[in-house]
């Protein structure tokens, strides 16, 4: 059986991206909301679902990353906890180091606001991660959630933002090696909390 359309049309789905900018400028991304992007954009909300599979597509393609993240961290956590600190840094460094996302940083240099926005998604990510490994919500849960942000926020800001030495000169290969295994820590530490035998 083939998906019926609802009614739209390409104007339709650039009037909800032109709707998405607006609405994650004025009230970043964990505030902002398929509902108020429809109100912004005076369409149905179930027509912003037809066309975007969740917000974080959304923002991706409003913002213009140019990557579905939520479909790339699936990938990158399927195989399991170990060695999940060097995939996560791995795509995180894809990540940072596209031309659309160096735009983002240069960006962000000038606009917090915006730098607050993309961090947003990786919260959003890391969050999913979690979920998806199976760690309880609770205070394990948040206390390695900002752990995690420490590292990726002092990544983001050594290597791209202020390009410190020698983050900034490190390769490809030692960021993931050095800053993976940091994230490898605080996952194992996670698990370990809420199950002694993780430890083993």
């Known amino acids: 059986m083939t998906r019926g359309r609802r009614r739209g049309s390409p104007a339709t789905r650039e009037q909800i991206l032109d709707a998405a900018r607006k ?3 004025e009230r970043g991304f964990r505030a902002a909301s398929l509902r108020a992007v429809a109100r912004t954009a005076n369409v149905d909300p179930a027509l912003v679902h037809y066309y975007f599979d969740s917000k974080v597509q959304l923002y991706t393609q409003s913002v213009g990353i140019g990557i579905n993240p939520e479909r790339v961290l699936a990938e990158v956590i399927t195989p399991g906890r170990r060695g999940l600190g060097r995939r996560l840094m791995a795509f995180l460094t894809d990540l940072w180091e596209s031309e659309v996302a160096q735009f983002v940083v240069e960006s962000a240099r000038e606009n917090p606001a915006l730098a607050r ?28 959630l900002a752990q995690a942000i420490a590292v990726v926020a002092g990544v983001v800001t050594s290597k791209y933002l202020l390009e410190l030495e020698p983050a900034t000169s490190l390769t490809r290969e030692q960021a993931i090696r050095v800053y993976g295994d940091l994230l490898q820590g605080v996952i194992d530490a996670a698990a370990a909390a809420e199950d002694p035998e993780a430890k083993k």
């Not at 961090?119 to 948040?142: C, K, N, S, T, Y």
């Open 23 to 25: 609405v994650f400028d």
């Open 117 to 144: 926005q993309y961090a947003g998604v990786i919260v959003e990510q890391w969050r999913r991660a979690a979920d998806i490994l199976g760690f309880p919500h609770g205070i394990v849960r948040e206390e390695s």
